[in-house]
């Protein structure tokens, strides 16, 4: 049994959720999502609540009950509160910075990176922190993952991109004897 599944999932006001066929529709004030829905799983809108109930009692489909009551909780917050991920740029001469719809990365290679930003994501660079932020939960942080990717924290040093709550553990270096 799923504990995340059994939870109902309360519509707060001025968010609408909507059952098109097999897919899932939620509006709210920041934007709109869309989910397709696993034949597995049942969905129903019922008196402001959100229920998601499984087709059998096999054990994938308990987990894919789960899995989409999150998606909907997700799809249902985010609309509401868009999500939001932090990134600092450490390193001498590293930045960042805006050009036009890409993000423009400096951080030690011959040539600075840019990165078309997707659909749905806003990004803003204040002072080499990259802040990034959507109401898709699974974009914004695939987004700011790539970025992250573009260039690694280093243990020695620290410089590179890391998430702004993130430690990074630093390692001694040679001695000299």
Same mark, same amino acid.
């Given at each position: 049994?799923?504990?995340?599944?059994?939870?109902?999932?309360?519509?707060?006001?001025?968010?609408?959720?909507?059952?098109?066929?097999?897919?899932?529709?939620?509006?709210?004030?920041?934007?709109t999502?869309?989910?397709?829905?696993?034949?597995?799983?049942?969905v129903?809108?019922?008196?402001?609540? &959100?229920?998601?109930?499984?087709?059998?009692?096999?054990? #994938?489909?308990?987990?894919?009950? *789960?899995? $989409? =009551? +999150?998606? !909907?909780?997700?799809?249902?917050?985010?609309?509401n509160?868009?999500?939001?991920?932090?990134?600092?740029?450490?390193?001498?001469?590293?930045?960042?910075?805006?050009q036009?719809?890409?993000?423009?990365?400096?951080?030690?290679?011959?040539?600075?990176?840019?990165?078309?930003?997707?659909?749905?994501?806003?990004?803003? &660079?204040?002072?080499?922190?990259?802040?990034?932020?959507? #109401?898709?939960?699974e974009?914004? *942080?695939? $987004? =700011? +993952?790539? !970025?992250?990717?573009?260039?690694?924290?280093?243990?020695?040093?620290?410089k590179?991109?890391?998430?702004?709550?993130?430690?990074?553990?630093?390692?001694?270096?040679?001695?000299?004897?």
């Amino acid at each position: 049994m799923s504990r995340v599944g059994k939870q109902e999932l309360k519509i707060p006001n001025g968010t609408t959720v909507e059952l098109n066929g097999d897919t899932v529709v939620v509006k709210g004030p920041k934007g709109t999502l869309e989910r397709t829905l696993n034949p597995k799983v049942n969905v129903s809108v019922e008196d402001g609540e &959100v229920k998601v109930t499984p087709v059998d009692d096999e054990l #994938p489909t308990q987990a894919l009950w *789960g899995t $989409f =009551a +999150s998606h !909907i909780k997700n799809m249902i917050d985010g609309v509401n509160d868009p999500f939001e991920k932090k990134l600092e740029v450490e390193g001498v001469g590293y930045r960042a910075e805006m050009q036009g719809s890409d993000l423009v990365l400096n951080v030690g290679y011959s040539h600075p990176i840019k990165m078309p930003i997707p659909e749905g994501v806003e990004v803003s &660079v204040e002072k080499n922190v990259i802040s990034v932020s959507g #109401p898709n939960k699974e974009t914004v *942080g695939q $987004f =700011a +993952s790539s !970025i992250r990717s573009m260039r690694k924290p280093e243990p020695y040093k620290g410089k590179g991109i890391h998430y702004e709550d993130e430690y990074v553990r630093r390692k001694q270096g040679k001695k000299s004897v």
